[in-house]
């Protein structure tokens, strides 16, 4: 079977040759570089309406490279390029969709409520760093009851190694991790083993080294508004429509093309408001009246605005977006963890329990009211009505972790205990859940912030991560910033990547055993239930700061417990909700439970089955 995405731009085979198209409007004149860069074949470009230029050029084939000549001087790769074999700055190569030979034509995905999800930097997760190192452990997440792969992005990057948020060819896989048709095998080989695959996509922006595109497309961008990563991308100015139908065609490629079962819109806060409006809907639109027909496919926001909006849909309409990350649940839950109270944690330290509380019944805490972090603007919306399965839940995740100065991983700031409650309250809880690799063994490695830019920019970029935490207390002397690891060095990426081998080691082959139990638990006793879930929210009740309890209704009748205690101390006064045991972390914690006392660290879950009637 073959898969093919067809787009307006980029280079196209055709009949004895290629097609290939470049909207440059800021250009007198475009010309096409084939071959070697000592020697190349140039042919002019035609001109047409509305900044496009355009040629056929005949005898070009699969694996043949070629760049555009602007104006006469700089030459620069294909915005649209299907992949760069020698990185951001060199020759794109032509791509034949049709070569590679697709066998999973009856895989049609997996509905959103059965997903839980393992997010994967393809660099970092394997000692390959390559989409085939991924293939290696799809066996092993299959098992440990995971059901969806989510990588990082993998777009084109300046440098051998870097996040995937810094992207400049958003259609090119990143040549470090492999060519397109391994990433295709990866997902082949995904689906073979019943797992979903979604790749997060960067919409709000491109990295600091590579982007060509102000050169000869500047109605691209605007100064009307400022990004943290610069002039914003113009979505709504005159050529908005051009620039949209760029991100939307990216859409619909990574879906197409590759087969994938969803996406990440990372950031999406970033785009100015009335922009973000359009866009969101517009490619969801593409989405569900294209490869959303025919099969499963996800998309899903990264929103720190909490606008709930996107994740509502009229009831003979199809949907937007199936769910948002919810941030408001990890940090409320991190601040029960670890006392933290810099940055963002401030919204949440005077009373954690009531925010995770609100989380778990109605899945945002702030819908609406003011954040003190944020000058006292209002953030967020009412969340009335959608349902638990419209909120990714995660303890971690490469955001988490790494935007920390020495991104340690939860077990470096919280005790075993502390740990295992909240992984019992994650995994069961009827949310859509999210690990991020190596969570399920408790890795050790940290996951720092790394990248591989050109020596200008590398050290600009050191110095600028070390300034971001001059505003935390444990970083006000400059000695302290110092010891911030490097972002460009080789040895951070390579402090970064997982250890397998300790994986089968104490302690982390018991923790391992413990996430693999629980998704089984949930496989085998939430999933079913989580069928057509209505958004009626939850019964909670807080108990103090560290403790609570709170009773879901599922989409079955049933109704869903738990009793929590994030503290060091019992908690006494609590009422055991009803229902037979499903879980408890100590094992002792139920019968406790039931005398009134939440012990220490402990989580407690219950299900109650639904009332048959007479």
Not at 45 to 58: C, H, V, Y
Not at 118 to 147: C, K, W
Not at 244 to 273: K, M, Q, T
């Amino acid at each position: 079977m073959k898969r093919h995405h067809p787009m307006p731009f980029g280079a196209q085979l055709i009949e004895g040759g290629v097609r290939f198209r470049l909207w440059a409007p800021s250009a007198a004149s475009v010309e096409l570089c084939l071959g070697s860069d000592a020697d190349p074949r140039v042919l002019a470009m035609q001109g047409k309406a509305d900044g496009w230029f355009e040629l056929l050029a005949e005898g070009v084939a699969a694996g043949d490279r070629y760049r555009f000549r602007i104006d006469g001087g700089l030459e620069v790769p294909d915005p649209a390029s299907r992949f760069n074999p020698d990185d951001v700055h060199r020759a794109s190569e032509v791509i034949d969709p049709d070569d590679f030979e697709w066998q999973d034509d009856g895989w049609a995905g997996r509905p959103w409520h059965e997903a839980a999800i393992y997010e994967l930097h393809v660099g970092a997760f394997s000692p390959q760093g390559t989409f085939a190192g991924v293939v290696e452990r799809l066996d092993y997440l299959a098992g440990l009851g995971i059901t969806a792969v989510e990588l990082m992005p993998v777009a084109d990057f300046a440098g051998r190694r870097n996040w995937g948020y810094d992207g400049v060819l958003p259609f090119a896989p990143d040549s470090a991790y492999g060519r397109p048709e391994d990433l295709k095998a990866l997902v082949q080989a995904a689906h073979a083993r019943g797992l979903m695959v979604l790749l997060d996509v960067v919409y709000n922006h491109f990295g600091p080294e590579g982007n060509y595109l102000h050169c000869y497309a500047a109605p691209f961008f605007t100064d009307r508004r400022k990004t943290p990563w610069g002039d914003a991308i113009d979505f709504d100015g005159p050529a908005g429509d051009v620039v949209r139908d760029f991100f939307i065609h990216n859409a619909l490629y990574w879906l197409e093309e590759f087969h994938l079962d969803g996406l990440r819109l990372d950031a999406v806060h970033a785009v100015p408001s009335t922009a973000r409006q359009r866009l969101l809907i517009d490619l969801a639109e593409a989405v569900r009246n294209g490869p959303g027909r025919r099969r499963h496919v996800h998309l899903v926001l990264e929103n720190d605005d909490n606008e709930a909006r996107y994740l509502r849909h009229a009831p003979d309409a199809a949907k937007l977006y199936d769910a948002q990350w919810n941030d408001d649940l990890h940090h409320a839950l991190h601040v029960l963890l670890t006392g933290e109270k810099d940055g963002y944690y401030a919204d949440y330290a005077a009373a954690p329990a009531a925010h995770l509380c609100r989380c778990l019944a109605a899945g945002f805490a702030w819908q609406g009211e003011p954040s003190a972090f944020r000058g006292g603007i209002g953030r967020g919306e009412s969340t009335a009505g959608l349902p638990s399965t419209a909120f990714v839940c995660f303890l971690q995740n490469h955001d988490q972790i790494g935007n920390r100065a020495f991104g340690e991983r939860i077990g470096a700031l919280a005790g075993p205990l502390a740990v295992d409650a909240a992984a019992s309250l994650l995994l069961l809880a009827p949310f859509p859940p999210l690990l991020f690799m190596g969570e399920e063994f408790a890795a050790a490695q940290p996951f720092l912030f790394f990248c591989d830019f050109s020596p200008e920019l590398a050290q600009a970029v050191t110095l600028g991560r070390r300034d971001e935490f001059a505003r935390f207390a444990g970083f006000a002397d400059p000695a302290a910033r110092r010891r911030i690891p490097d972002p460009n060095a080789e040895e951070t990426f390579l402090k970064s990547r997982l250890d397998w081998q300790s994986a089968g080691e104490a302690p982390h082959a018991a923790r391992l055993e413990r996430t693999r139990e629980l998704l089984a638990l949930r496989r085998r006793e939430i999933v079913p239930r989580l069928i057509g879930i209505r958004g009626d929210g939850a019964q909670r009740r807080s108990f103090g700061a560290r403790a609570l309890t709170a009773v879901w209704t599922l989409g079955d009748g049933s109704r869903l417990a738990v009793a929590a205690n994030f503290s060091a101390d019992a908690a006494s006064g609590i009422a055991r909700p009803g229902g037979r045991l499903l879980h408890a972390v100590p094992a002792a914690a139920d019968d406790a439970l039931r005398h009134g006392t939440l012990l220490a660290w402990s989580v407690v879950w219950l299900i109650e089955e639904a009332d048959s009637g007479p």
